[in-house]
């Protein structure tokens, strides 16, 4: 009788770890493990730098896995702020270089600081504040952690390389040339204004509630959801397994094609379609048009106005 009394005792325990493990991994999918492992204290300095940007044209932001926020200010000079709520060694904080006309914001890559492939950085984040009369060239490349712009900003180059994290904006991107790219992430924007454009997702959704200019947006797992205010000459959309809906201005004159292997093509503009409901144009307005192309292998496509 006592043997199976222990027996039961330790089954409840077995699937009580069971079931707590599957709660961290399912938590650590969406959330850093960190938040969730570590307890919270204060948010602590580690380090800051300033520094004058005069004679400077690119900054190139490298910072494996922490979160990243960028926000403009007043101050003529850069200045970088690193925080965590565990001290950090010297070796943890982050580095700044400067090499010809360009500053490099880095640290070194960390090892052993994965539990299943999710983050366990201990709330580690890094606050970028940029002058807002910077307007060159911006680079940031993150390995594992969210990047937030949390401020306008407009720069002549901006390209943001997010290997596994979310990239968000809920103020105005703005730059000549744009490219952001996530690798297993969302991208969310709240407006982006570019002449050249590029937005890239290999595993996530892709949201853009305003966007000006020309370029192509791409998931390749996930949906894609825009929202036009302008197109300069032409909008390309691909989704190779995902939904796209197009929002566009009603004054807009445009010349749509859209293509879906397995999926729908709907709109409330008047559209020609192939006889399998495959293929579908419309030319909407008058001339000088603009030109918008959709593609979907598998997912649904809308356009309305």
Known sequence: MKDKRIIKFMIAVFVFVVVALTAVLFYGTNHSMGDFLIVRGHEKIQKQQSLALDGYNKINIDLSSDNVE???TDSPKLKVVQTAYNKLKDEDKFTVEKNGDEINIKRKVQEFRSFFSFDFRINEKVYIYLPRSYDKNLSINCSSGNVNFMSDIKLNELDCDESSGNIKSEHEIQADKVSFTASSGNEEFEKLKSDSYNVNASSGNIEINSLSGAGKVEARSGNI?????????????????????????????????????????????????????????????????????????????????
């Open 70 to 72: 960028i926000e403009t």
């Open 225 to 305: 959801q825009i929202k036009y205010e302008d197109i300069k000459d032409e909008a390309d959309v691909e989704a190779s397994s995902g939904n796209v809906s197009l929002t566009v201005p009603s004054d807009l004159s445009f010349e749509f094609n859209g293509q879906c292997s397995s999926g729908d093509i709907n709109s409330n503009f008047n559209m020609n379609k192939d006889e399998d409901g495959k293929e579908a144009t419309a030319k909407v307005g008058k001339a000088p048009y603009k030109k918008i192309s959709a593609r979907t292998s598998s997912g649904n496509i809308r356009i309305d106005k």
